[in-house]
């Protein structure tokens, strides 16, 4: 069955930086977009960034533009969000999830990163 | 303030239906097909429910409908259940920059 699963999240004080991984099983990872997509503690879903299947082609919620960059290894079906200059409000759980048909159809458990001096 | 406009919160009666409204733009929900619909219980991953406006995926129940009108998508529940009590987020491709917005969540009370 597919299973996402993040993990690299973890406590980090401002300024700082952090990576966090996504691995992917069950399906043909390198057929799929792949998505993150964060939720503030108590707050709603917010989308993060997108990669192509082939990883050519990312796009970056304005809220994380310049400081986050998103990448993948189709050969070990992984996907990774590289966070730098983090900031308080950038505390939330994180989730990778497959992007397709316009939708989130698969969604890791979550990763959480706090921002905190 | 989220891209889409969703409800703050709905509630309903066990066997009843209710209507969750997503309001957007012609950037958006009004131009593209590519709308989708979650419902995340508390300390859950959400789940996918609808995408491409009015598909559901395998496994989810046919209860669960979409549409869209205008700028407008809805989400339908038809005979209400308990297990129905969830956060519910809207989500839609853009032509802005972003590329992707959500709705900020309408909560469903089953009551």
């Known amino acids: 069955q597919v299973q996402l699963v993040e993990s690299g999240g973890g406590l980090v004080k401002p300024g700082g930086s952090l990576r966090l991984s996504c691995a992917a099983s069950?399906?043909?990872?390198?057929?799929?977009?792949m998505s993150w997509i964060r939720q503030a503690p108590g707050k709603g879903l917010e989308w993060v960034s997108y990669?192509?299947?082939?990883?050519?082609?990312?796009f970056y919620a304005d809220s994380v533009k310049g400081r986050f960059i998103t990448s993948r290894d189709n050969t070990k079906s992984s996907l990774y969000l590289q966070m730098n200059s983090l900031r308080a409000e950038d505390t939330a759980v994180y989730y990778c999830?497959?992007?397709?048909?316009?939708?989130?159809?698969?969604w890791g458990q979550g990763a959480l990163v706090t921002v905190s001096s | 303030q989220s891209a889409l406009t969703q409800p703050a919160s709905v509630s309903g009666s066990p066997g009843q239906s209710i209507t969750i409204s997503c309001t957007g733009t012609?950037?958006?929900?009004?131009?593209?097909?590519?709308v989708s619909w979650y419902q995340q219980h508390p300390g859950k991953a959400p789940k996918l429910m609808i995408y491409?406006?009015?598909s559901r995926p395998s496994g989810v129940s046919d209860r669960f409908s979409g549409s869209k009108s205008g700028n407008t998508a809805s989400l339908t529940i038809s005979g209400l259940q308990a297990e129905d009590e969830a956060d519910y987020y809207c989500?839609?491709?853009?032509?802005?920059?972003?590329?992707?917005?959500f709705g900020g969540g309408t909560k469903l009370a089953v009551l």
């Open positions: 069950g399906f043909t990872f390198s057929d799929y977009y």
């Open positions: 990669i192509t299947n082939s990883g050519s082609i990312i």
């Open positions: 999830a497959t992007y397709r048909n316009g939708g989130f159809s698969y």
């Open positions: 012609s950037s958006d929900v009004g131009t593209y097909k590519y």
């Open positions: 491409e406006v009015i």
């Open positions: 989500s839609s491709y853009t032509n802005n920059t972003t590329r992707v917005v």
